[in-house]
């Protein structure tokens, strides 16, 4: 790679600059002109481009459109050139819609660019210019303020900055970095003297130099892996695929099996035998399946969307529905994402829980609030609270206690993670007061004495260092957040952070809480009632992950507990054994590529994987799922970008009932692919008839007829079973297996050989009814011209009108797989009475209304004919009825 920079960014100063080829003076104009050439803009670029054309190409050619060009192809030589442009159509509208979507990971890389910064202070020719932020080169010094978002991954020269890591770290708190840190960081986002290209400098000011542009920092890593996951078939896109093949082999198989049938059995012209071959593959080909598979998606996605859940890619909502394992984070989804301050312990008193208003606190307990309230840079605001949950959830605690004294902040020793302490120097009256918070393990360490509950303080001793340790585990036992609380008088200016924070007054500790959201308990409910496990990802403390997992029923025993730190010391077959066997597992502290693994370790194993995420960080382990979930109020736009669905709510409910619609949807699809499947027997069955009989029966349905059922009478009904409700106990079933297929041997065996068969039974029955009564007697003329052909065509249209009547049994039918039809309901659906009008009505036009007749081949059958039509649908669903009662009686399931 052009330019290709290996440098450790956390070796001392002087090596660093070596490696670089710079000084803390920065660059001169020509020296980053060179090195611009060398390394590139500082951009995030696309590592690979796809062609819209090939893309294109792609869709055209996918076994299912391969079907309907055929389909189109023998419509055209059958002479109905409308008809073969509408199937022309769907071909291109299907393809066009497909190859859209591929553009997904280019705009995800698109929505990171929008991290970058358009400008920057550097110092070039020992001047401060202002520099366009794509022309910064490792070796540039740059200023970084308040308000400023990082351009590139530097580290520090002097100065420090406070900066919102949690784009790429997911982390909320703040985090201070200086030029004074020292020490080697297990990772380079925990380092304490480096900052990273698009993340945000909140507070401070510093001078840094670059190390790292474009592709090369962080930001431009999490591009490159984003990219480098590609999007899978779903599993339905699979399927169809496999289908699709299936039914070409047996269009093509019956055209050249009985081709020579039609020319030597039954001694037609070639002429007429290849007719005869195009109609038997016209009568399999089922020209409305793909459009309606994409009609029926996109209704889901609208439903979808009104729950709350934005789904970007159609075959997605069938994928919700077979989801195994929700790996999920905890802030926001499971929880509120609002701190709130539920129990303190002021000298010996613990006040759990926190009662409001605190009657009479007393001196103990309004020291705790007064230094809770000044070792703070939130903000109270009538409109909106400004600062971080933490800090702005113990000024609502202070305010409960008292109102805030007049302390005048003088210093400040920003929250650093290593330490895990924050400290401010306030001066309060004539008194300069260091106030200290942060973990309780870090605070007690410092503390040498204890507030009394009269305010006075005495020795901290040993056993009291016991006894408050053990306080503090309760509480995070609880899944509750503890902060501990010190301060000490100042007898001058302060002076570094080791002397300053040291001997300190322990004035207690303030339990916080991010409450569960009300919908989750149940709605983890539901993921165990389906079979669905649901896996905690977070950036959170173990303990606490582990505590709010209890408490919304992820968890039910002791949970195995890794940190990132633990995955990357993992291999990825010992983390596949290891999901494998323990069913309840919480990854805390993940990496983005912790996250990216679990998937890939979770997919590896099988399973389907539903994966949240809201930082930059999340954006590649969301591409690798089978669904990403984004997070659409707290969530950036790169995970919305690479996510395939987007809750509106950020609410874990939200992707429980999109799982449950997506069963729903699946459901569906399998209902009118039986709908469609079953009518290729009664379109085949009369050219067998035609074909075995050596021609004494004539041809007792056409290919025009054939292509009016498929694209005409069928559609709107199959549409319609698309928006059937839910069958009772969906949510009850275990999740399907990956390697399930949507059309299976079952359902090939109801279609065809039991719905197809009972329906092929009547409809040859109706059209020798006809013909007998006609007249006919087997090898006798029906050609134009001679006394039988009006009867001949009033017999074709009673082959057409039975498939007709039979389409709207099976359509009954095919609403339930086993439970009866009164358990959802006769009249529920009333999108399918109103689609069996329209085809009812679509019948009634080809066969009575000019110039359609001539068109279609078409005439009225006799009044005994047509009433002998309303027996047909009451017969086929009956029949089915029974078969289902008869597996119900065998097996004893759930209804439904």
Not at 85 to 105: D, H, K, M
Not at 615 to 635: F, W
Not at 754 to 773: H, I, N, Q, T
Not at 844 to 866: D, K, M, Q, S, Y
Request: proline share 6%; hydrophobic share 45%; net charge neutral.
């Amino acid at each position: 790679m052009r330019g290709e920079l290996a440098v450790d960014p956390q070796s001392p100063l002087p090596d660093l600059l070596h490696r670089l080829d710079a000084s803390e003076h920065g660059l001169t104009t020509d020296q980053a002109r060179q090195r611009l050439a060398e390394y590139g803009r500082n951009e995030l670029r696309r590592t690979r481009r796809r062609s819209w054309w090939r893309e294109l190409g792609r869709q055209l050619i996918h076994p299912l459109a391969l079907l309907l060009w055929v389909a189109a192809i023998l419509a055209w030589v059958a002479g109905t050139a409308v008809l073969g442009a509408a199937i022309l159509a769907v071909i291109a509208v299907n393809a066009v819609f497909a190859s859209v979507q591929e553009r997904q990971a280019e705009r995800a890389v698109e929505a990171l660019t929008r991290y970058l910064p358009q400008q920057a202070r550097a110092l070039r020719d020992g001047n401060w210019q202002e520099v366009p932020a794509g022309e910064l080169v490792p070796g540039d010094v740059i200023a970084i303020g308040e308000g400023d978002r990082i351009s590139a991954d530097a580290r520090l020269l002097d100065g420090g900055v406070e900066v919102d890591l949690s784009a790429l770290t997911g982390e909320s708190q703040p985090a201070y970095r200086s030029a004074d840190a020292t020490g080697p960081a297990e990772s380079l986002t925990e380092a304490g003297n480096l900052v990273f290209s698009g993340t945000s400098c909140l507070s401070d000011e510093a001078r840094g130099m670059i190390y790292a542009t474009g592709m090369r920092t962080e930001l431009g890593r999490i591009a490159a892996l984003s990219q480098r996951v590609g999007r899978e078939e779903s599993p339905l896109e699979r399927q169809v695929r496999r289908v699709a093949w299936l039914i070409a082999a047996v269009a093509i198989g019956a055209g050249v099996v009985f081709f020579p049938i039609g020319v030597l059995a039954a001694g037609m012209p070639i002429s007429d035998a290849f007719t005869f071959a195009i109609g038997l593959l016209v009568a399999n080909v089922p020209e409305g399946l793909l459009p309606t598979i994409t009609l029926a998606l996109a209704v889901g996605v609208r439903g979808l969307a009104r729950l709350g859940a934005v789904v970007k890619r159609l075959s997605a909502v069938e994928t919700l529905g077979s989801t195994t394992v929700i790996c999920t984070d905890k802030t926001g989804t499971i929880t509120e994402n609002r701190m709130r301050v539920t129990a303190v312990r002021a000298a010996d008193e613990l006040l759990d829980p926190l009662p409001n208003p605190v009657p009479s606190p007393g001196p103990a307990l309004s020291a705790l609030a007064a230094t809770a309230a000044a070792c703070n840079n939130a903000e109270l605001r009538p409109d909106a609270d400004v600062g971080d949950p933490t800090e702005t959830a113990l000024l609502h605690f202070a305010a409960k206690i008292r109102q805030p004294a007049g302390s005048r902040r003088q210093s400040q020793f920003h929250f650093d993670p290593r330490l895990r302490l924050m400290s401010t120097v306030d001066a309060v009256g004539a008194d300069l007061w260091l106030h200290t918070k942060g973990a309780p393990e870090e605070v007690l360490r410092r503390c040498t004495r204890i507030i009394g509950a009269d305010g006075d303080d005495r020795p901290l001793t040993e056993q009291a260092r016991a006894e408050l340790a053990e306080a503090v585990t309760g509480q995070a036992r609880q899944g509750r957040r503890v902060l501990a609380l010190a301060r000490r008088r100042l007898t001058g200016p302060p002076g570094d952070r080791d002397t300053t924070e040291r001997e300190l007054t322990f004035l207690g500790f303030v339990a916080m809480v991010d409450p569960p959201r009300a919908a989750v308990p149940d709605a983890v409910a539901k993921c165990h009632t389906a079979g669905i496990r649901i896996i905690m990802v977070t950036g959170d403390h173990g303990l606490t992950a582990t505590a709010v997992a209890r408490q919304v029923g992820i968890t039910r025993g002791d949970p195995t507990v890794l940190t990132g730190a633990d995955l990357d010391r993992m291999t990825p077959q010992a983390l596949r054994d290891l999901l494998a066997e323990q069913r309840e597992v919480i990854f805390a502290r993940v990496s983005p590529e912790a996250k990216l693994h679990i998937a890939e370790a979770l997919r590896a194993d099988g399973q389907i994987v539903a994966m949240t995420g809201d930082g930059v960080n999340d954006a590649p382990a969301l591409r690798r799922a089978d669904i990403g979930v984004a997070m659409g109020r707290s969530g950036t736009d790169v995970t919305r970008e690479a996510a395939t669905m987007v809750l509106t709510d950020d609410n874990f409910a939200t992707i429980v009932a999109a799982v449950g619609a997506g069963r729903r949807v699946y459901a569906n699809v399998r209902k009118f692919i039986l709908y469609i499947l079953a009518h290729t027997t009664p379109e085949v069955v009369p050219f067998l008839i035609f074909a075995l009989s050596a021609g004494a029966v004539p041809l007792p349905l056409t290919v025009l007829q054939i292509l009016a059922i498929d694209l005409g009478t069928e559609t709107l009904p199959a549409l319609a079973l698309g928006r059937e409700p839910a069958e009772p106990g969906l949510m009850n079933r275990p999740p399907r297996r990956r390697t399930e297929r949507v059309i299976d041997r079952q359902m090939l065996l109801r279609a065809w050989a039991f719905l197809g068969l009972v329906s092929a039974v009547l409809v040859m029955a109706g059209f020798f009814a006809v013909l007998l009564a006609g007249g006919w007697t087997p090898g006798a003329p029906t050609g134009p011209g001679t006394a039988l052909h009006e009867t001949y065509l009033q017999a074709t249209t009673m082959t057409f009108l039975g498939i007709v009547a039979c389409q709207i049994g099976t359509a009954f039918a095919a609403r339930t797989e086993r439970a009866p039809l009164r358990a959802v309901g006769v009249f529920s659906n009333r999108l399918l009475l109103w689609g069996i009008a329209f085809e009812l009505a679509v019948a009634a036009v080809i066969v009575a209304l000019p110039p359609l007749p001539e068109v279609f081949g078409t005439r009225p059958p006799p009044a005994p004919a047509l009433a002998l039509l309303l027996v047909f649908p009451v017969v086929v669903w009956g029949a089915d009825e029974l078969r289902r009662r008869l597996i119900r009686g065998r097996t004893h399931p759930a209804v439904g």
